[in-house]
């Protein structure tokens, strides 16, 4: 059952669901999922989304926050883009029936760290799952968009799949849909598209602590990177701060950690080592509200200093209903936990929580494929830099995911190719996975090794050691992946080894350190060049 449309969309977080919404206005979209969904980093996303709404607030004041986190490497054009369209693509949403939390009628506007304004719109503290929900009520009612859900994109069809144009060159490529895992089936189909957009999501679980939920297992940069798309500055990974603390019996390794938002900080949360001190006043004269990767290494090197586990988050000095009224969400979580956070500190650790870099994008969501797009936080669209501003990643989803659907509009418009005989999947001569024990070490291995080697602070020794075992661990999961019938684990690790090596690879070209790049070799920016991107491309395929 070979599957065709104008459209696919894979992914089903913001990106995804408000994208297939807007080119469903005018074509057919097909739009899948590997689980549920409403299962998606986007669900977990707390603080809100960044906008220039408070009539006290400039447009300018936006876009300086943004450029000073992104540490000189922001695309200044995408940055307009995202700050200039952002107020359009929030009242989009406010009317797909997304219920932002008001008050006396108005949005209210929080501040987070590194905000020179109160500019965040918000749904109390569970942002991403209201926006969620608004956005997959307004799908059901759209006839346009069949959603298909425990669907797995494996592999991009383009010309290296069909049998006489393998030769094609890489700048000459297509995309024209994915070969795709029927997960409850465990069968493999193919479905064609004259256009196809990744919306797959971030890449966390590729360190052994991440506030990302299961499937960030970074499908849509491994798939791109196979496809030999252009991928760029995948050395940047934003590590939250203050994620709940917790010990390997609380949970599992892929359940992620529980995030204790920014927006505790901004309230008038401290950090405290586990003497009771505070400590951040020795690190930045912003104190908590410093940007995340300040606040991160602070952490980390107070945790190194004093060889503990975590750090304390205290916020009892605020009233209960106070904290009731602003962080319902994370009063609850960690009461769970048996923590009363209006009486007792929060243990807390920082984890991998956003990848800056991804697939290189231009102004409309392309790729460097034709008929690929991607939008989310799987793109480098260049609104980030070197560190992402708090909240610009929902917003820079919409803005960018309704710009794809204005240039794939005209694109399907004028569409007059042909799409070529792609083979179905051949899975013929390979076995049924018996040893299953040898993906999850694997996929724990490579955890391990993000974790400690190319984690918050960096050396060339470290990346060195780390580029080999993940080499070694490729191997193994190529040799393993030939033979066996696919499933989706074999599938997932295939891409946290491919993540691994992007991020890897990346942080080696970068002889200094930038924003969330910090490395003891090179401790300070290059001042003598202009910064630049790091590309990265296979060219193997
Ligand atoms: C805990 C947490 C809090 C956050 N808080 C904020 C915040 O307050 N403000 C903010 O701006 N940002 C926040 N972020 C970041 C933000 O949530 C994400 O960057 C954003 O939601 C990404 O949206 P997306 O649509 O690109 O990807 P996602 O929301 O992750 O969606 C990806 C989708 O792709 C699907 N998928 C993945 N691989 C495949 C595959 N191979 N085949 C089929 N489907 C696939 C997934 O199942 C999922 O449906 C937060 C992130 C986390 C983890």
């Known amino acids: 059952?070979?599957?065709?449309?104008?459209?696919?969309?894979?992914?089903?977080?913001?990106?995804?669901?408000?994208?297939?919404?807007?080119?469903?206005?005018?074509?057919?979209?097909?739009?899948?999922?590997?689980?549920?969904?409403?299962e998606s980093n986007t669900n977990y996303a707390q603080g809100g989304i960044a906008s220039v709404i408070d009539t006290k607030d400039t447009f300018e004041k936006h876009i300086e926050d943004t450029l000073v986190a992104g540490a000189g490497l922001c695309n200044k054009k995408a940055v307009s883009i995202l700050v200039h369209e952002g107020p359009d693509r929030i009242y989009d949403l406010i009317e797909l029936g997304t219920n932002f939390t008001r008050k006396n009628g108005?949005?209210?506007?929080?501040?987070?760290?590194?905000?020179?304004?109160?500019?965040?719109?918000?749904a109390r503290d569970f942002t991403g799952q209201e926006v969620e929900r608004a956005l997959i009520e307004s799908i059901k009612l759209h006839p346009n968009i069949t959603v298909i859900e425990d669907?797995?994109?494996?592999?991009?069809?383009?010309?290296?799949?069909?049998?006489?144009?393998?030769?094609?060159?890489?700048?000459?490529?297509?995309?024209?849909?994915?070969?795709?895992?029927?997960?409850?089936?465990?069968?493999?189909?193919?479905?064609?598209?004259?256009?196809?957009?990744?919306?797959?999501?971030?890449?966390?679980?590729?360190?052994?602590?991440?506030?990302?939920?299961?499937?960030?297992?970074?499908?849509?940069?491994?798939?791109?990177?196979?496809?030999?798309?252009?991928?760029?500055?995948?050395?940047?990974?934003?590590?939250?701060?203050?994620?709940?603390?917790?010990?390997?019996?609380?949970?599992?390794?892929?359940?992620?950690?529980?995030?204790?938002?920014?927006?505790v900080r901004g309230f008038g949360g401290i950090l405290r080592t586990q003497d009771g001190?505070?400590?951040?006043?020795?690190?930045?004269?912003?104190?908590?509200?410093?940007?995340?990767?300040?606040?991160?290494?602070?952490?980390?090197?107070e945790l190194k200093r004093r060889g503990d586990e975590f750090v304390y988050l205290d916020i009892t000095h605020k009233t209960k209903d106070d904290i009731l009224e602003h962080f319902p969400n994370i009063f609850k979580t960690c009461m769970k936990y048996?923590?009363?956070?209006?009486?007792?500190?929060?243990?807390?650790?920082?984890?991998?929580?956003?990848?800056?870099?991804?697939?290189?994008?231009?102004?409309?969501?392309?790729?460097?494929?034709k008929g690929l797009y991607a939008c989310g936080e799987v793109t480098m669209t260049g609104v980030h830099g070197a560190n992402r501003l708090a909240s610009n990643s929902l917003l820079e989803a919409v803005v960018f995911g309704y710009r794809a659907s204005m240039d794939i509009k005209d694109l399907i418009k004028k569409y007059?190719?042909?799409?070529?005989?792609?083979?179905?999947?051949?899975?013929?001569?390979?076995?049924?996975?018996?040893?299953?024990?040898?993906?999850?070490?694997?996929?724990?291995?490579?955890?391990?090794?993000?974790?400690?080697?190319?984690?918050?602070v960096r050396s060339n020794l470290r990346l060195e050691r780390a580029s080999t075992r993940i080499h070694n661990i490729f191997l193994e999961t190529e040799n393993l992946y030939k033979k066996t019938k696919i499933f989706e684990d074999i599938l997932e690790l295939r891409n946290l080894v491919a993540c691994a090596h992007m991020i890897i690879k990346s942080a080696q070209l970068r002889k200094e350190s930038r924003g969330l790049h910090y490395t003891l070799d090179y401790p300070t920016p290059d001042f003598l060049t202009e910064p630049k991107e790091t590309l990265i491309r296979n060219t193997h395929t």
């Not at 760290?113 to 965040?120: Q, V």
């Not at 018996?434 to 400690?452: A, G, N």
Request: aromatic residues 8%; charged residues 20%.
């Open 1 to 38: 059952m070979a599957l065709k449309t104008d459209v696919l969309v894979i992914g089903s977080g913001i990106a995804g669901l408000f994208t297939a919404l807007q080119v469903s206005e005018y074509t057919d979209v097909i739009l899948i999922t590997k689980k549920n969904q409403s």
């Open 416 to 456: 007059e190719s042909e799409i070529p005989e792609i083979p179905d999947w051949d899975d013929s001569g390979t076995l049924s996975a018996d040893e299953k024990v040898l993906i999850t070490h694997s996929t724990k291995e490579v955890k391990q090794v993000m974790w400690d080697y190319v984690g918050i």
């Open 106 to 122: 108005k949005l209210d506007l929080a501040k987070e760290g590194g905000h020179s304004m109160h500019r965040i719109v918000h």
């Open 338 to 369: 048996g923590i009363d956070i209006s009486k007792n500190y929060i243990p807390v650790v920082p984890a991998a929580h956003y990848a800056c870099g991804g697939i290189v994008v231009d102004e409309f969501a392309r790729t460097s494929l």
């Open 277 to 301: 001190n505070e400590f951040m006043e020795k690190y930045d004269s912003r104190k908590e509200l410093a940007p995340r990767d300040i606040v991160a290494r602070a952490i980390d090197n």
């Open 151 to 263: 669907t797995l994109a494996i592999d991009l069809l383009t010309e290296h799949n069909a049998n006489n144009l393998k030769e094609a060159t890489l700048n000459n490529r297509n995309c024209w849909g994915a070969y795709v895992l029927l997960c409850n089936q465990n069968k493999v189909e193919k479905i064609t598209s004259k256009v196809t957009v990744l919306a797959t999501g971030g890449l966390g679980q590729v360190y052994l602590h991440t506030t990302n939920p299961a499937i960030a297992t970074g499908d849509g940069y491994a798939m791109a990177y196979r496809s030999g798309a252009l991928l760029g500055n995948m050395e940047f990974i934003q590590f939250h701060p203050t994620s709940l603390y917790t010990t390997e019996k609380d949970r599992d390794f892929h359940t992620p950690a529980f995030l204790i938002s920014e927006a």
